[in-house]
């Protein structure tokens, strides 16, 4: 192929890539709304105030320490087509729950929500279940 076209390809994956994350979150987002009164007690409210309204609204979480974090996984990313799997979110394969490991390509690795490239601040923790939006 010559250059051109090779070019001409990759800005239509591109533009393909890019309009499938925008589809993502557009759907995500108008599946993701809280339920009704959910944010009523932080209206209105600015500063230090809205601050400690919303830490009321969401302190009532569960705390999940790392190393069990492969037992909630198993649970959250169970696989709907065949319950002994998990799908592993950037791979997008289903491999038997019970393969945990470290490497290869016969185990799972936990797989964190952002990537340890993408941080701006590294004194908090990169994982959270919290954030991790459930399976249809």
Do not use: C
């Amino acid at each position: 192929m010559t250059s051109k076209v090779v070019q001409a390809f990759r800005k239509i994956l591109g533009t393909l890539r890019w309009l499938g994350i925008v589809s993502v979150f557009l759907f995500e987002s108008i599946r993701a709304q809280p339920p009704a009164g959910y944010y009523e007690t932080a209206h209105g409210l600015t500063g230090s105030d809205l601050m400690a309204a919303l830490h009321q609204i969401i302190d009532d979480h569960t705390s999940i320490p790392y190393g069990s974090t492969d037992e909630v996984m198993r649970v959250i990313d169970e696989d709907q087509q065949n319950p002994n799997n998990l799908e592993l979110i950037y791979s997008d394969f289903s491999m038997d729950k019970q393969l945990i490991g470290s490497s290869g390509s016969n185990a799972w690795n936990r797989e964190h929500l952002w990537p340890r490239s993408a941080r701006a601040e590294w004194t908090t923790p990169i994982f959270t279940i919290f954030g991790l939006p459930t399976r249809p």
